[in-house]
């Protein structure tokens, strides 16, 4: 079985940086795309960044030229760098993974951590 697991959140002022971290067991043999999404209080999830088939990028609009996904292949680690902080950036941030990129759904979600932007 895969395990996704985030760390990296916390409390940052506005214009700050943070970078999250999803650790995955095997991702590279389990996983063929995964993503990060996140659910800002009272709201649906939405994603926010993309590793797509051999590992091309994509983001939504409201994070892109400021947010970063990629992997860290040497600790099982899928991160997202995040810089120029927003307070509208605040949210629940998950990571998630599929075996099959084609599928419409992720077949693994981590617990979520916590990312807080303040003015």
């Known amino acids: 079985q895969v395990r996704l697991v985030e760390s990296g959140g916390g409390s940052v002022q506005v214009g700050g940086s943070l970078r999250l971290s999803c650790a995955a067991s095997?991702?590279?043999?389990?996983?063929?795309?995964m993503a990060w999404f996140r659910q800002p209080p009272g709201e649906e999830r939405e994603g926010v960044a993309f590793?797509?088939?051999?590992?091309?990028?994509g983001y939504a609009e409201s994070v892109q030229g400021r947010f970063t996904i990629g992997k860290d292949k040497a600790k099982n680690a899928l991160y997202l760098q995040m810089e120029s902080l927003k307070p509208e950036d605040t949210a629940i941030y998950y990571c998630a993974g599929k075996r099959v990129c084609g599928n419409q759904d992720y077949d693994f979600w981590g617990q979520g951590t916590q990312v807080t932007v303040s003015s």
């Open positions: 590793l797509l088939s051999g590992d091309k990028e």
């Open positions: 095997n991702w590279w043999i389990g996983l063929a795309c």
